[in-house]
C-alpha cells in the first residue's frame, strides 16, 4: 500500500506563484509514474503534468512554460512549481502515482489552490 500527502496549497494572487510537495510513503517500486491533477470547481479532474522515476516529463498544453514538475527519488516527493498562476488555476491539486503495468493506481488527498484575480 502507498499513501500519498500532499502539502503547499493556498491563497494567491494572479501571476504569482506556488510549489506543491508530496511525499509517497510505503512499499514503492523503482519504476513508477508521479504526477499531479488540476479539478477546478464543478469540473472533472485533469492531467497538469507527471514524471517518470527516469525523468522523463509530460505536460497539459495549458500550463507548459508556468509549471514544472520535479521529483527526488531517494526522498518519494513529487513537486509541482507553479509561476505566472491564473485565476483559472484555482482549483484542488491532487498528487497520482501509478505503476506501470499493474493495476496500482494511489491519489493523495488534495491540497486546495486558489488564485484570486
Known amino acids: 500500500q502507498v499513501q500519498l500527502v500532499e502539502s503547499g496549497g493556498g491563497l494567491v494572487q494572479a501571476g504569482g506563484s506556488l510549489r506543491l510537495s508530496c511525499v509517497a510513503s510505503g512499499t514503492i517500486l523503482s519504476v513508477n509514474v508521479m504526477g499531479w491533477y488540476h479539478q477546478a470547481p464543478g469540473k472533472q479532474r485533469e492531467l497538469v503534468a507527471t514524471m517518470i522515476s527516469n525523468g522523463s516529463t509530460n505536460y497539459a498544453d495549458s500550463v507548459k512554460g508556468r509549471f514544472t514538475i520535479s521529483r527526488d527519488n531517494a526522498k518519494n516527493t513529487v513537486y509541482l512549481q507553479m509561476n505566472s498562476l491564473k485565476p483559472e488555476d484555482t482549483g484542488v491539486y491532487y498528487c497520482?502515482?501509478?505503476?506501470?503495468?499493474?493495476?496500482?493506481?494511489?491519489w493523495g488527498q488534495g491540497t486546495q489552490v486558489t488564485v484570486s484575480s
Open positions: 497520482n502515482l501509478v505503476v506501470p503495468g499493474t493495476k496500482y493506481i494511489y
